[in-house]
């Protein structure tokens, strides 16, 4: 049962109205509940992005310092180092005034932190085993944050260098993306969220409050059928609405004091299921958003940002060569700039020799390939990667099943949780054979249906979808399309139950997936552990080699098999399309991509459905072998060109409190061949500013912590 918590008053009635109008709005009790709420619920509900606001913020690509050990102080000699430099923003805290004249004086663009304070929205180091969250999200904090909002925005909405509020820092409803059990708000919200999203009469019998402890115990005696995790994800479900919808409220609130202004916040953490991170709700309800992401995150937040609300990602200076390609391939993924993390650059006033030897390329992107990038369209190869946030919940728990009584201590999901290493295993792959995948969310799925440039839909890790989104991905695959899944398809519903007539694609796949399937079925025969690693033996692993190793699954062409009894590669016609259930996990590619060139090739055993499907790379490096592996390609659209942009795509080394440095970045100058599908017209180096006769083959010079960028007006 729940404890009585501080009640919301105005914040339950927001919900139970939200509540009437979606039942009173033409739903029939025919219709799919849980597609009824995706599609109506406050929880999408969208704040204004708009792309003007977004531009007029970061018309260029902008460097905002973070002055933590900035000993040169704010005067002329100041800003003159950060013009010549190419530090053409900064940053202010708590709205304080202290520098808006410098900024305004040397044109440098700044966005405020701690706008909403710091402590209520951040909690650092909190008992994640508590049974509320210390400082509820009720009627009585938005009142006191709204004051500090409206307080810190009027001391500086006279100045027009400001860019962007930021409401705090490592925000969460939890601390960071640490296991918490939380309860952030009252009982009664909870309740009325449960009957919004199961229906009315619907909602289960003991919607009470539990934690993990609640499910561990019982996993070894689950099977695929009785798999039973819902009370614990729909309150985590709840969580993420009631936070992300908090925030869209304090966006708003900002907004109507100075309404051209983005707001969002720093420091935002990877796709959790702790904290507030299902990347479907949080997008909707910020204008602005740093995170501590490497780029492989980008194409996600691009496909989730179709309003071009600006974001930007940290930056923490390792060596030249590294901060150099973070400027090119955080461009070259339409971040519009970085947060620099200042530690240890200057010797008191004398800056350190690292920012004369940086200063070229910032100038140069700050200057003019900002400019050239800002509110182009990214294209894509119409494959579409699959975000399934409960599966994202569900993985978790099958994943700190390892770590026994000591989960309260797993904090390192982006390095070693089973969705995370997937999805990062599946965009490497397709960038390493030239595509650059897009991804679609569960509600974009719902809301808008799969686009009809899309031609593949992946499905990784994605254990748990509703009947309704698995009614659209039939839909996909009949009209043509190609359903390509990693493992597991569909085993459980989108609250996390099993489905005791087994998956939901199991007709589409062309398989059955028994219901009585136990954890000793599958990957390493083991009856403790459900996933493919043992992540607590593992869990302070140097290289993925490392994280693979000891492991007893049986392997099929380098990857290790899901169902041990199933078979691999299995391909089903569906009415005009196709469906391939590769039962394989596609984690052992980022151990063959360490390994090299020739390891890497085994991608090609993932990668076979989707040339199947007709795709093909348009663009590539004549002849790329070992010395040249490791790039990748973008490409974007403005105002009839086309942009593509060559860059390196080493490993990225990032935690939950800021990363993104490169490990094993290339950084020698060497002659590339770009050769084109099809002949270019109006062809032009964009650096160097050179116009290039038309053709289908262009050798440059490529220094690989740099970028290629090249425009061109046609292919014919």
Known sequence: MLHPVRSAPRLQTLVAGLLGLALCSGMSAADDPYEAYVKTSRDFKPVKQDKAMGYKAYPSWVYMPWYYQWTIGYDDAAGEFCQKTGYNGGFTDHGNPRNLAWFDKFKLRFYVDHLAGKGDLHLKNRNTMAATRPVMLDDALRSKLEEIISANIAKVKASPMRAAYALDDEISWGSFVKPCMWRITDDANYRAWLQEKYGTGKVPANPGWIGYNDVRPKLPGFTLGSFDASQLMDQWSFNDSWWNNFLGGLVEHANRIDPETPVGYVGGQSPNAF????????????????????????????????????????????????????????????????????????DGKTPKPFHQEISPALLEIGGKLGPLQAQAEAVKDGILLYYSHPSIQAGWIMDAQAHGGTWPNRNSDSRIGTYHLAKQAWVAMLRDSGFQPDFISYVDLLQQGIPKHAKVLVLSAVYCLSDAEAARIREFCRAGGTVVADFLPGVFDQHGKGRPGGGALDDLFGVKHDPGTKAADLYQGRADLWVEVDQDAHFSYKRYEEYLSQNACLQESGFNKAVRSMAVRKVNSFGSGKAVLMNLSPISYLAHRQ??????????????????????????????????????????????????????????????????????????????????????????????????????SFTTKWKMNEAVVLSFTSAD
Request: net charge neutral; proline share 4%; charged share 20%.
């Open 275 to 346: 904290g507030g991170y299902d990347y479907a709700k949080l997008m909707r309800k910020v204008q602005y958003l740093e995170a501590y992401w490497g780029p492989d995150e980008q194409c996600m937040l691009q496909a989730f940002n179709p309003n071009h609300i600006p974001i930007v990602s940290t930056q923490f200076h390792q060596n030249t060569k590294d901060t150099i390609w973070q400027f090119f391939v955080g461009l070259a993924h339409g971040n519009r700039g970085h947060i620099g993390w200042v530690q240890n650059w200057f």
């Open 595 to 696: 390994a090299g060139f020739e390891a890497a090739k085994s991608r090609e055993v993932f990668l076979k459905p989707i040339h199947d499907a007709g795709k093909r790379r348009w663009v590539e490096i004549e002849g790329a072998g070992a010395k040249e592996f490791g790039y990748e390609i973008t490409y974007w659209k403005k105002n009839g060109r086309t942009i593509i942009f060559v860059v390196s795509n080493p490993e990225v080394s990032v935690n939950s409190e800021g990363g993104g440095n490169s490990v094993g970045l290339k950084s020698d100058e060497i002659e590339i061949t770009l050769k084109f599908a099809k002949p270019l017209a109006g062809v032009k180096d964009e650096r160097s500013g050179a116009s290039l006769p038309a053709g289908s």
